[in-house]
């Protein structure tokens, strides 16, 4: 089975890049199912039930959210009503929606998604670990369990993130962070079979800092007092990963770490690798017009 998953997407420009660019990617990679963390669709920050429709009906199939789930009332209907929508399990009980997802997909797959929340600099909720450690007991339970398991672990600290990954090693496919809108470069196969990344960045303007206006963010540092946030504008990127894993046992066999359509990372003629592909002024070059 082939997952492309997506990391937060922000704003309208995350949106507007996923729109163009998610049917050729889908096709290129031959994907199964495609997931993506939808928590700061709406404004850059929170999901309205209207960017919802959206977001499932440009070709996502399972949105997971984060910390930022509760921003706007609109979607609480949602979370309970739509299966493809879900937040962290380890909300309290009573909270709207649900973790814990298991889908059929064509083909005869079936996927099992887990969305948990980070509690290290972030919320004091329940233990994302001991959370997980539930729910897949009470998934392992079932007659017809999916063998194939994706957890989006939406967290701030990277030492949080890695423990996970490792306590969830051979329990499931993959444990993919997000949250920090910063894409890092530890893609691995652990030794029991789950693929891992700490974070799988974001779909959204990168000449930004983590998708926002940079001028109100060097502002908000520079005086200390609070801003408002806004989306930066510009063309979107789109960062993420492709796993593919072994349908019959739910063992991982590669996992990449895809960057779309970034700001070039080098000046034309660059000393090591002149005219490169993706170097500005190269057929391959995104063009960045509006961005700040």
Partial sequence: MRILFFGDIVGKS?????????PALRREHAADVVVANGE???GGIGLTAETLRELLGMGIDILTTGN?????RDLYGP???????LRPANYPAGAPGRGLGVYDLPGGHRLAVLNLCGTTYMDPLDCPFRTAETLLARLEAEEGAPAVRLV????????????LGWFLDGRVSAVIGTHTHVQTADAMLLPGGTAYLTDAGMCGVEASVLGMDHKVIVDRFLTRLPQRFRPATGRGSLNGVLLDVDAATGRARSIRALRVACPAAELPGGADTPGSSGSPGSPDSPS???SP
């Fill in 68 to 72: 930022h789930v509760w921003k706007h």
């Fill in 152 to 163: 989006d672990f939406h967290a701030e600290a990277t030492s949080e993130k890695k423990a």
């Fill in 79 to 85: 979370l309970d009503k739509e299966p493809r929508l």
């Fill in 288 to 290: 960045y017009p509006d």
């Fill in 14 to 22: 995350g949106r507007q890049v996923l729109k163009e660019l998610l």
């Fill in 40 to 42: 700061n669709a709406s």
